[in-house]
């Protein structure tokens, strides 16, 4: 397994789904993990179960969103760990909608969340890195910032920010050390997918979960495990000759549908 032994790492939503994974699989690497999320008692649950299993988190509330929020938990941060080496942005929201039935408000949610909240992340965090040398940023995109999704209009939108801020950034701080990359998954079975069955198939989900899981040519969805391997490799020195890149994991989906 690559290892982040020493390094301090910020993951953004880091308190579950995806996450959550790459929380603990960082910490397993031997990172000290700084979980930013809004439900601040989900982060506390987060750190503790990392803490109990011998490794080092902590959590801070952190609304991406709001400027202020992101300050203060980065400077807690860096009180607590003595630095940023690694900032995984990952905290995001879904919408459903077309470019007619998106409502304006929602359209702006998902843009304050997923586009505003990196660029905010970004700007806070990258000076820190620059001073201390270098850094890696990992973003969390989508498939849907590549090729098409039904009735993910604003989704679809935020993603395809997400995936060419990515190129910005490798490119416009490729002389202070610091690496940026981005991951693309499919469908992941994270609580967000248990959640929209329930909430919108609640007299068939199970059969709703075969069709989704189905979707892929692998036959399922993605578990977050497989992402945060992906996120350690390219977050670690593994994957020092790797910047500018986006990786897509989707089970086939781009590929090989028929």
């Given at each position: 397994?690559?290892?982040?032994?020493?390094?301090?790492?910020?993951?953004?939503?880091?308190?579950?789904?995806?996450?959550?994974?790459?929380s603990e699989a960082f910490a397993r690497a031997g990172a000290s993990v700084a979980i930013f999320d809004f439900d601040?008692?989900?982060?506390?649950?987060?750190?503790?179960?990392?803490?109990?299993?011998g490794h080092s988190a902590l959590s801070f509330s952190c609304d991406i969103s709001d400027a202020a929020s992101i300050q203060k938990a980065l400077k807690e941060t860096i009180d607590a760990f003595g630095g940023v080496d690694i900032l995984v942005n990952n905290a995001g929201v879904a919408n459903i909608g077309t470019a007619t039935t998106t409502a304006e408000d929602d359209f702006d949610?998902?843009?304050n969340v997923n586009v505003k909240g990196v660029y905010q992340c970004l700007k806070e965090v990258l000076p820190v890195m620059m001073e201390s040398g270098g850094g890696v940023v990992l973003n969390m995109s989508s498939i849907a910032a590549i090729t098409a999704l039904k009735d993910r209009f604003a989704y679809s939108?935020?993603?395809?920010?997400?995936?060419t801020m990515t190129?910005?950034?490798?490119?416009?701080?490729?002389?202070?050390?610091i690496?940026?990359?981005?991951i693309c998954p499919a469908r992941v079975h994270t609580p967000f997918v248990d959640g929209y069955l329930e909430k919108n198939y609640p007299e068939n989900k199970d059969e709703m979960f075969e069709k989704l899981s189905k979707v892929q040519p692998l036959g399922r969805m993605a578990k977050p495990e497989e992402i945060a391997k992906m996120a350690l490799y390219l977050c670690s020195d593994d994957s020092s000759y790797i910047t500018g890149q986006s990786f897509n994991i989707?089970?086939?989906?781009?590929?090989?549908?028929?």
């Open positions: 397994m690559s290892s982040l032994a020493g390094k301090a790492a910020i993951i953004t939503g880091g308190a579950s789904g995806i996450g959550l994974a790459i601040k008692d989900a982060g506390v649950a987060a750190a503790d179960k990392i803490k109990s299993s949610r998902v843009m939108a935020s993603k395809g920010a997400v995936h190129y910005s950034v490798a490119t416009d701080y490729l002389e202070h050390g690496r940026c990359n981005s989707d089970g086939g989906y781009l590929n090989l549908r028929v």
